[in-house]
């Protein structure tokens, strides 16, 4: 089970959200040394300490993730900013 999910709808189109969330996992792997790859619409990412996926939709966009033992307490932090990220990548000012 996830620690942190997340729902953000848009108003993108399935190659516009997917190329969005693209971007935002180069920023991430950039920042925080995050890996990940594409199976189909479903981007996986991990490193040490947190793994997830971020599954692409027509209408919206859903984020897993699960934090290993030594993050679980900054959860509502994380998921605050990740939060805001999507907001961000896939919101009505997305477009």
């Not at 920042?31 to 991990?46: H, K, N, P, R």
């Not at 993050?71 to 998921?79: D, G, V, Y």
């Amino acid at each position: 089970m996830s620690d942190i999910s997340i729902t953000q709808s848009h108003t993108l189109s399935l190659v516009e959200a997917r190329a969005a969330a693209q971007l935002s996992a180069d920023s991430m792997a950039e920042q925080y040394d995050i890996s990940s790859s594409w199976e189909g619409d479903v981007l996986t990412f991990a490193r040490s300490g947190v793994a997830g996926t971020l599954a692409v939709f027509d209408h919206e966009a859903r984020l897993d993730i699960t934090l290993g033992f030594m993050l679980k307490s900054f959860a509502p932090m994380i998921q605050e900013k990740v939060a805001r990220n999507m907001a961000k990548v896939f919101g009505a000012d997305a477009g």
